[in-house]
Structures are given as C-alpha cells and as structure tokens.
C-alpha cells in the first residue's frame, strides 16, 4: 500500500473510531529496510503499510498491539523505540533507527503530513495506457490532472485524491494550466489531437518533460510538421518518443505503464 493510500486509510480508521496506532521510522542511521517518514497501521486485527518486513517489522507490531490490549479504552501516548539492527534482532542491515508510535486519533493525524509529491503529471488520454499508468500513479506520491474529450472514457470508481479527471472538449488548453516543470504524457485516441498537445506543450517550454506514445514514422511526421510551424531544432529534441525505459520489452498497455511511470520517477530523482 502507497503513503497516500495509508494516510486515507488511517483517516477512515479515525473517523470509525477504531484503536489503532501508527508506527514511524523517525530517524535512520548507515543500512536501513526503508528511509524515515515510512509508517504503518496496526490496530488488533490488521496491519495495513510496511515498515521493510522482517524481524524489525513483527517486532513493532508485537509491541503496538501488546501496548492497544493493555490501554484497553484508555488514551494512549506516544513513545520511541530506537533499534540497531543486527543478528540480535535477526536482520543484517546493520544500521540503526529509531521507531515512534503513535495513538490513532486526530491530534496524531494532524501531525501526519502529507508526503511532496515527486512530480507533476498531465497525462492525455483515458485508453488502455492511460488507464494503467492511473493505477500505478495510485500509490504514488504525485499530483496527475487526467484529460480526455470523453466523459465516459475514466473510471466509474473514484480515484484518489490527489488524481483528477478532466473532460475537455478542447484538451490543448489543459496545458497552460499545468504548474512550471511539469511532465506531460500524450496518449490520445487522435493523432490529430495528440499533434495539437505536443504543439501546445513544446511552444510553452518550461515544461520538464513531454511524452508521446507512438511509432517512429509518428515522430518523424510530428517533427517534420511542427518544424514546418516554426519550432526550433532545440524545442524538437524535447519530444520524447517512444517513451519508457530502455530495455523493457513487452507492448501490452500493463508493462509499457511500468516503464512509463519509472521513467517519470528517474526524471523526478535526477
């Protein structure tokens, strides 16, 4: 389960009034299973999120769900449990962190802050691609503006918050709406439309990335008409397509998403 799926739930956990708590790494040093700010819910019967497995992770759990047994229907505090990690604990990392856990209520919750998103997505079109790459998206920590001409062509199931569905007659205009250094996917049903977007992307310019789904020969006519229109060289070679990572090979719409959506966040790490 992605952070921002976990912060939601634990607001419906909240809101239910279930005992939970939540567990945090707050402070890493040298090897860790995962970085601070990683958390996970526990309540009597469910664990929801990770920490990195292992011993560390049944450890936590044992102990957040020994501390709810024993409070019964007392308010609990928060406390550390700072942990190095080694073959005492049965994991070899070798480095050391430290573990606070957290009653489930809503002064905990205020303190959870929502996690920066890495990017800035406007993906165009709602096909087979762009659908699949939503589901991947669903998980991560980004904000997305989802466009295409049809109303019926997203999802009847609400997406998460930070996934937005446009229908646009005019999707072209979407793209001045966009903040500074966002990334762009064009997948449309038309390659006329998909022409229009990129054009509309390429003569903005402060954009940080602008995928088009397609063949070569598509690229080569899209080159040569938007340089017909005056584009330069410079802006051209800002087109990027085909799009995905190198070297994974497969064109059902499942794995071209898996090397679209890691090539958007090796862009987001550089």
Do not use: Y
């Not at 497995?53 to 501390?67: D, K, V, Y």
């Not at 070798?94 to 406007?122: K, M, N, V």
């Not at 229908?167 to 998909?194: K, N, R």
Request: charged share 20%; with cysteine; net charge neutral.
């Amino acid at each position: 389960m992605g952070r921002l799926a976990l912060r939601e739930l634990a607001q419906r956990w909240q809101q239910q009034g279930r005992s939970a708590m939540w567990v945090e790494i707050t402070r890493v040093k040298g090897s860790v299973p995962r970085e601070a700010g990683t958390r996970m819910l526990v309540s009597a019967a469910e664990v929801a999120g990770t920490i990195g497995g292992g011993h560390l992770e049944w450890q936590a759990i044992a102990r957040a769900q020994a501390a709810l047994k024993e409070a019964g229907d007392r308010p609990l505090a928060a406390w550390d449990w700072p942990v190095t990690l080694g073959p005492s604990l049965g994991q070899c990392c070798g480095g050391a962190l430290t573990l606070r856990f957290f009653p489930l209520d809503s002064g905990s919750l205020a303190g959870w802050a929502a996690e920066p998103p890495r990017f800035h997505l406007q993906l165009h079109g709602a096909g087979h691609v762009g659908r699949a790459i939503v589901k991947l998206l669903a998980d991560l920590p980004c904000e997305a503006l989802w466009v295409d001409e049809r109303e019926d062509g997203f999802p009847a199931t609400p997406l998460p918050a930070h996934l937005r569905c446009c229908a646009s007659a005019q999707p072209e205009e979407e793209v001045a709406d966009a903040p500074a250094g966002a990334f762009f996917l064009v997948m449309t049903h038309s390659h006329a439309l998909d022409f229009r977007i990129c054009e509309a992307v390429l003569r903005r310019g402060d954009f940080g990335f602008l995928g088009l789904i397609g063949s070569a020969s598509k690229k080569a006519g899209f080159l040569r008409r938007l340089r017909e229109r005056g584009l330069s060289d410079a802006q051209l070679d800002r087109l990027v397509s085909p799009v995905g990572m190198p070297g994974i090979e497969g064109k059902a719409p499942e794995i071209i998403a898996v090397a679209v959506v890691a090539q958007l966040l090796q862009l987001a790490s550089a």
